[in-house]
Structures are given as C-alpha cells and as structure tokens.
C-alpha cells in the first residue's frame, strides 16, 4: 500500500529557479524522509523531519512538515543542473515503525 | 563511506530460470531490505531482514524469497522467473529497525526477464 503521494509526477525549471515538491500521505507517522534518485541509480538521503518537528533546513533544501494536513513538502533554492533528479517521500507508520513507504516520486528536470 | 553493493547492475534471465541478486553492505547494519521499483508505482517493499536468518514479507513477497545467513549480505531469490518479475530492484540496510533511521541504498539491479 502506498503511503506517499508526490506532487506533481514531473517538474520543469530553469537554473536558478527555485524547485518545491509536495507529498501527502494517509495515516499518522512518526518520521517523514525525503531521498533523492538519479537516473537508473540507487536513492540517497536527503532529510529527515520528525512529526513533531515543522520546519528543518539542510544547505539549499527545505523541507516542512503539517501533520494536519497529512503533507510535506520539499523547497531546493537557486535549483542547478545536478539538481535533475526524481525526489521521493518515504513515511514510516506511527504504529509499524520497522519500514518506509515510499511515494511514487517527483521527476524533477532542471535546464542550465 | 558507507557502502551498499549489488552484484550486477544488468541482468538478463529467461523465464523459469532461477534468480539470485546479491547485497553486501560494510556498514554492520541490522536492517537489510529488498525492494522492486516500476514506472509509476514508486518503490515496493519485497522483504527485509532486521538480523541474521530473520526475515519479515513485505507488501509483495510473492514469487520471491530471501536469505541472510549473514550480517552483511541479503539475498534475493526468484525460484522460477516470470515476465512480470522484470523490473529495477534495489537493495538498503539501516542501523536499526525504526524508520526514523535513514536507509541507505545500493545502485540497483536492473532485471530483464525474457
């Protein structure tokens, strides 16, 4: 079962733009990660925000966090060329902590 | 650095063959997990391991099992492989079983079944 939707599927910007990606998700959760993939390869790590927690920044990256609402979202600034990538959202469950859920994704391209 | 390893990043089986996909990870983790990526359905949980010879089915087990007799590697096995099975598969550990511990990925295999 999917925990995590992104939105939107895909995103088109230029260099220097600024790049925000969103993800909702359906039960309550302990902790929210966001991973970034690039083309063909395995996910890396970007940020891990607690439910307790609203707003963490990390360099370019920002992410915050509304339990409320069930959604996240995810802000890079000054986006640049290496930035291309899909970002995925991954929720644990706030009663079945032993795996992620990961959403489906948001294929980000940025253009130089 | 830490390190997740596949050993292959392309394979090509045909149908009915046996399967095994291996994963090695240095970094004395106790988690270990396998999951099968597909256009437009993210990532999907096939099994994962918290500790040697431990192992708990994920949302799709289906048609495939698992091995770890060791700490570091984490088996993958499809016992007769089918077209449907094609797929990118992706292997990660963590430190610990909680998800508020960051997984750690390998490069992925990419599987072609014929």
């Known amino acids: 079962s999917q925990q995590g939707e992104e939105d939107p599927q895909a995103l088109s910007i230029q260099e220097g733009e600024n790049a925000t990606m969103n993800c909702s998700y359906k039960?309550?959760?302990?902790?929210l990660q966001w991973y970034r993939q690039n083309s063909g390869r395995g996910l890396v790590h970007l940020i891990l925000?607690?439910?307790?927690?609203r707003e963490k920044h990390s360099g370019r990256l920002r992410v915050t966090l509304d339990t409320s609402k069930k959604s996240s979202s995810l802000l890079i600034t000054a986006s640049r060329a290496a930035d291309t990538a899909s970002y995925f959202c991954a929720t644990d469950g706030a009663y079945n902590t032993d795996k992620l859920i990961f959403g489906t994704g948001t294929r980000l391209q940025v253009f130089p | 650095d830490v390190k997740v390893t596949q050993s292959s990043r392309y394979l090509v089986k045909r149908t009915g063959e046996k399967v095994f996909l291996e994963c090695v990870q240095d970094?004395?983790?106790?988690?270990m997990f396998w999951y099968r990526q597909d256009p437009g359905l993210g990532l999907r949980l096939i099994y994962f391991?918290?500790?040697?010879?431990?192992?708990e089915k994920g949302d799709i087990p289906e048609g495939y099992s698992v091995s770890r007799e060791k700490k570091e590697r984490f088996s993958l096995i499809l016992e007769s492989a089918s077209t449907n099975q094609t797929s990118m598969y992706l292997c990660?550990?963590?430190?610990?079983?909680?998800?508020?511990?960051?997984?750690?990925f390998g490069p992925g295999t990419r599987l072609t079944v014929t």
């Open positions: 391991s918290y500790d040697v010879k431990m192992k």
């Open positions: 925000i607690r439910s307790n927690e």
């Open positions: 970094m004395d983790h106790e988690n």
């Open positions: 990660a550990s963590s430190l610990d079983r909680q998800g508020s511990y960051e997984q750690y």
């Open positions: 039960t309550s959760i302990n902790n």
